[in-house]
């Protein structure tokens, strides 16, 4: 074991784990091993699909892009394809639980580690917030259906003024401002309670919400295609010209606008992601990992292009500013489709709560693994003995998100979470080029092709996407980040294992991934 270092401060910030703690660590967990390449890739669509189809894509096109939100995606699925690589190279090297954090902390050091700890807050925690509004807006649709309403001034952010297809929502003579988020606050802790009491359970209901999310979402491109194509040049001629709407503003309309979109959606494929941090439970890593990141990059794609299209052709895109922009364009079906528009508000509330949950139980793991390390306090990495997960840790994280999900707008949620995924994202590629040298004879499952420049590139796409986020919200980006980096020297750089020369290596069993479990 190695010494506790004597070195300066820069010293200590960048002191890296040896690839040889990293994968001793792998060796030693005690997470079972369950998730074949087919179970990875289930994991990356059940948590991809939610956040973009069914609650951001509506604000994208509204404000920003209008019918060219079509190429927004094209934009944020080209740069996630760079940063997928990346992943893809370092989940076939590196298959162990924290995903990015694990990655800086083996490649470009401890203190890297540390702010990308702060980053995946932003990139998991924030998006349940994100994706549990979300499915708030898409229960108040469902049960309005039924004749159910719920007050109207708890189903919005505090001090918003509540809108619908594209103007204020007028009750009794006075515009609605909402209070707080209810139905947005109960899921997260609902679903905190079920990462609680049984992960494994949790698991094996994953793999069947998948299928029905999947299942809601071709119904939704096959009526919803049928109908577009049965009414096209005037769809087109109504709801698509100009399909680039003239620009009006920074980041609103125009080239500029879809770049903006572009931001916007990008945190929806953070499902990829979320597949690196089942590394330890992986069977065969090295060729899973990729399999499972880049194959469920693709097949979501493909599903956003055809949903966007339909939803832009069938509705004007500025009534689309709503957290359900699904909801909105079945209703617009006709009345011979009221059926299945409940059907699809169905599968979307199913969907979306499977989505919160992967990224509330992904966000746990990485206070887990960082907790482990040193760097937050132990109580994190704790695992309750009845239910073998880390009870406290989810517990903060549940309550966490649930408090975002009920006070904040989700637009300034969503910026938020673009931000901490895509400056994740340029620090993973900036990790893949620094392992490619530190260690060129290292084994590696996957490469990226074309190194050093589908890295490169990945690194300044990301960056760039990021200067189209607005002001306040960079603003508020960087003062967290301040408070990030004071915490590390306060209490992180102290209680480093690594600091002192050692790690934990007898983490205990905390049950499987909540994710699909069953047989190749």
């Known amino acids: 074991m190695a010494s506790k270092p004597k070195k300066s ?5 960048f002191a890296r784990k040896s690839i040889a703690q990293v994968q001793h660590e792998t060796q030693t967990s005690e997470l079972k091993r369950s998730l074949g390449k087919w179970n990875l890739l289930l994991l990356g669509v059940g948590c991809i699909i939610g956040a973009g189809i069914f609650v951001r894509t509506g604000s994208a096109a509204a404000l920003h892009a209008g019918p060219a939100v079509l190429l927004s995606f094209v934009v944020a699925g080209i740069v996630c394809a760079f940063a997928g690589l990346c992943y893809a190279e370092l ?13 800086g902390y083996t490649t470009l050091g401890e203190f890297v580690a540390w702010i990308m700890g702060a980053l995946l807050l932003l990139e998991y925690g924030l998006a349940a917030s994100v994706v549990a509004v979300g499915w708030g807006g898409y229960v108040v649709s469902l049960l309005a259906d039924f004749g159910l309403q719920i007050p109207p001034q708890f189903t919005g952010p505090a001090g918003y003024t509540l809108m619908r297809d594209g103007v204020p929502v007028v009750v009794d003579g006075q515009t609605v401002t909402t209070i707080f988020n209810l139905p947005a606050f109960l899921i997260c802790m609902a679903l905190a309670g079920l990462l609680v009491v049984g992960v494994s359970e949790s698991a094996k209901v994953n793999n069947v919400i998948v299928a029905i999310k999947v299942s809601v979402l071709a119904a939704f491109i096959l009526v919803g295609g049928a109908i577009v194509l049965g009414n096209l040049p005037d769809l087109v001629a109504t709801n698509w010209v100009p399909f680039i709407p003239e620009n009006t503003g920074p980041g609103e309309f125009g080239v500029d606008g879809i770049m903006r979109a572009a931001s916007i959606v990008f945190f929806a494929y953070i499902g ?7 590394g330890q439970e992986a069977k065969n890593p090295a060729k899973d990992m990729p399999f499972g990141i880049i194959g469920s990059l693709v097949v979501c794609t493909v599903i956003y292009m055809l949903v966007a299209a339909i939803m832009t052709l069938l509705v004007p895109y500025n009534t689309l500013n709503v957290p359900d922009p699904v909801a909105v364009v079945v209703d617009n079906f006709g009345a011979q489709w009221g059926w299945l528009a409940k059907i699809i508000k169905i599968g979307a509330i199913i969907g979306l709560t499977s989505v919160v949950l992967v990224l509330m139980y ?11 390390d040193g760097l937050l306090p132990k109580v994190f990495s704790r695992v309750n003995p009845r239910f073998q997960t880390p009870a406290l840790n989810t517990i903060v994280v549940g309550v966490v998100t649930a408090v975002a999900a009920g006070f904040f707008d989700i637009n300034v949620l969503g910026d938020m979470t673009s931000v901490g995924t895509l400056a994740a994202f340029a620090i993973v590629c900036l990790s893949v080029i620094y392992l490619r040298r530190a260690a060129p004879d290292l084994p590696r499952g996957f490469k990226v092709p074309l190194y050093p420049v589908l ?40 209680n480093s294992n ?6 934990q290596d007898d983490a205990p069993d905390m049950g499987e991934f909540p994710g699909p479990v069953a047989g190749d």
Do not use: N
């Open 9 to 13: 401060i820069i010293g200590q910030m």
């Open 91 to 103: 989940s076939s090297t590196l298959p162990v639980s924290g995903s990015a954090y694990t990655y």
């Open 272 to 278: 990829f992601e979320a597949v690196s941090t089942a």
């Open 362 to 372: 992904a966000q746990t793991r990485i206070f887990y693994t960082m907790a482990r």
């Open 455 to 494: 890295p490169v590139l990945g690194i300044l796409s990301c960056l760039y996407l990021i200067t189209t986020v607005p002001w306040d919200v960079l603003k508020f980006f960087m003062w967290y980040m301040i408070g990030g980096v004071a915490l590390y020297f306060i209490y992180g750089i102290r």
């Open 498 to 503: 690594l600091q002192h020369g050692d790690w």
